[in-house]
């Protein structure tokens, strides 16, 4: 959840690599837990940011803030 709030501000500062790593890694890490749509968003991300297309950014950056408000964890 840190992560999207981070990447409002690295999205009104420019930082496009540093939103493309973000993206790289939520891509990465979704599948690993089961969260296949967190994949799909981080991979949004990194696309986007490798375009530097900052309104795409803004819409997968608001997706990314109601998936994780949504997500409830739960422990087996």
């Not at 939520?26 to 994949?39: E, I, K, N, P």
């Amino acid at each position: 959840r840190e992560e999207a709030a981070g990447l409002k501000a690295l999205l009104s500062a420019g930082s496009f690599e540093e939103i493309k790593r973000i993206g790289h890694k939520l891509a990465g890490s979704g599948g690993g837990y089961g969260l296949d749509r967190l994949s799909d968003i981080g991979r949004d991300i990194e696309s986007h940011a490798a375009f530097s297309e900052a309104r795409a950014l803004e819409s997968d950056i608001a997706a990314l803030t109601d998936f994780l408000e949504r997500l409830e964890v739960s422990y087996e």
